[in-house]
């Protein structure tokens, strides 16, 4: 421990890094903290490239894991060391190196938190839709290694829609440049969006070039009140089937009500069981005019009542309530379950129906919300003490979600990635031939299995 020491100060500077045990302590998982943990040797932080280069070449030469690090806010155990070694954090990594406006991109280091980008660009008239609930501590070079995703994406897509190159160290210290600034590039395999959602597992991300969109110079909200949530998931599939998509849509259920009825003014109907969250987004007429559309559609569909909210900062306040329902639901129950399961907009019913039944048969407190426009649906056992018959009971109703999802041609994870919480599950999706084939491209990448071992496969044998 001691010539690591030594070595990571050499590498790094004094401040570049700690063996501090109450530093590592913050080091032993992501935002799931209760799923798994580890017990990391040392924690680097470099301020470059060149510095994260010397410790990845540090690592491999002495068969050192190493486990990169954004900013720990993901629910899916991605950066937690379960192998130990070195946490290779990238929050020194936070410049904004250019927003070009004339090519309508951006190169940012890995370490940039994702809301102020997004405010440095909007500010130039610009806008850069990902936009995970996480937004105001996550970091873009995470959100690239999962591919994140967030309400926007039933309009604008994913972040691997606006990934254009990246700069990334390989696990033998090598840096790399992948892609242009070019939109349109087509010489050679797509290492870029190889890089783009692999977790860490095949190289560290150190900068991203994106593209950027002219911001719309206007918003529109609207909200329907449904009688239960399988008319809801109706009202979801047929609206979009009549040709309007929001910017935004989100499915939420009768315990956000309560949250909302702090602040909104006048109260949601307490009858109702579940609401859709929607923006519009275009010039100040489109906007209003798509929201009074889909009010009259839901209004149709047979909604409780249906609000257009075109004060925009009215309409802030409920997608504020909206971006802090989940810590404010972790907070009333000793713990919460998630789920990230994502299915083909027209089938949301019937998973719905599905998930709701799997509830009632196991007994537990289930709720259900998500970017139902796009289908990526967010259920979560609510739990009021925490024993290991009650755990035992959920993640088997988990394992029942995630395996309905699948039958209704769904994926595993929409946004999350796959990290510790999802290996079990990789091959009943992709099957075991693309499974294998991934393995091997991990292993010519990273032949000796140092980077983030133990995530994406249910045993590492990369190496």
């Known amino acids: 421990m001691k010539g690591m020491a030594k070595d990571l100060a050499r590498m790094l500077g004094p401040r570049g890094y700690s063996m501090d045990p109450e530093d590592l302590l913050a080091y032993r998982h992501d935002a799931l903290a209760y799923y798994a943990q580890g017990d990391p040797m040392a924690v680097a932080l470099p301020g470059d490239a060149a510095q994260a280069a010397a410790v990845l070449a540090y690592a491999s030469h002495h068969d050192i894991p190493l486990t990169p690090r954004g900013a720990g806010s993901g629910l899916s155990g991605g950066c937690t060391p379960v192998k130990g070694g070195i946490v290779l954090d990238t929050k020194r990594l936070n410049a904004i190196q250019e927003i070009n406006r004339g090519n309508l991109t951006a190169k940012v280091q890995a370490g940039v938190v994702l809301a102020a980008f997004q405010r440095a660009v909007e500010a130039q008239g610009f806008f850069y839709p990902p936009d995970p609930q996480s937004k105001s501590v996550c970091t873009l070079g995470g959100n690239v290694a999962t591919r994140a995703g967030g309400p926007r994406a039933v309009k604008y897509g994913t972040t691997g829609s606006y990934v254009l190159g990246l700069e990334a160290v390989l696990p033998d210290g090598e840096i790399i440049h992948t892609g242009s600034s070019c939109v349109k590039h087509s010489a050679g395999y797509d290492l870029t969006h190889l890089l783009t959602g692999s ?3 095949l190289a560290l991300i150190t900068q991203a070039t994106l593209r950027l969109l002219p911001k719309p110079p206007a918003t529109c909200t609207a909200l329907a009140v449904c009688a239960n949530m399988e008319a809801a998931a109706r009202m979801v ?6 040709g309007v998509v929001p910017s935004m849509l989100e499915l939420l259920t009768t315990a956000s009500f309560a949250v909302f009825n702090r602040v909104v003014k006048p109260p949601l109907p307490e009858e109702g069981e579940a609401c859709l969250l929607m923006e519009f987004d275009g010039t100040a007429q489109e906007a209003q005019r798509q929201a009074q559309d889909m009010a009259a559609a839901c209004q149709d569909l047979g ?7 075109p004060d925009p900062q009215e309409a802030a306040l409920y997608w504020k309530v909206r971006s802090q329902l989940y810590p404010l639901v972790v907070s009333r129950f000793k713990r919460l379950v998630t789920e990230d399961v994502t299915v083909p907009r027209d089938r949301i019913p019937d998973f719905v129906e599905r998930v709701m039944a799997i509830a ?13 426009g796009d289908g990526n649906m967010h259920p979560t056992i609510r739990m009021d003490e925490v024993n290991d018959e009650l755990q035992q009971r959920a993640d088997q109703a988990m394992r029942r979600v995630i395996q309905a999802g699948l039958a209704l041609g769904g994926v595993i994870s929409g946004e999350h990635g796959v990290g510790l919480h999802k290996a079990e599950f990789l091959e009943l999706e992709l099957g075991r031939e693309q499974v294998e084939l991934m393995r091997r491209i991990k292993r010519a990448f990273d032949p000796t299995g140092i980077m983030n071992p133990g995530k994406i496969w249910p045993s590492e044998t990369a190496s």
């Open 360 to 372: 009632q048969e196991m007994g537990l407190s289930m709720g259900l919300t998500g970017h139902a």
């Open 303 to 309: 909604a409780l009542e249906v609000r257009v909210v």
């Open 199 to 201: 977790e860490g597992t």
């Open 237 to 242: 599939s047929e609206a979009i089937a009549g």
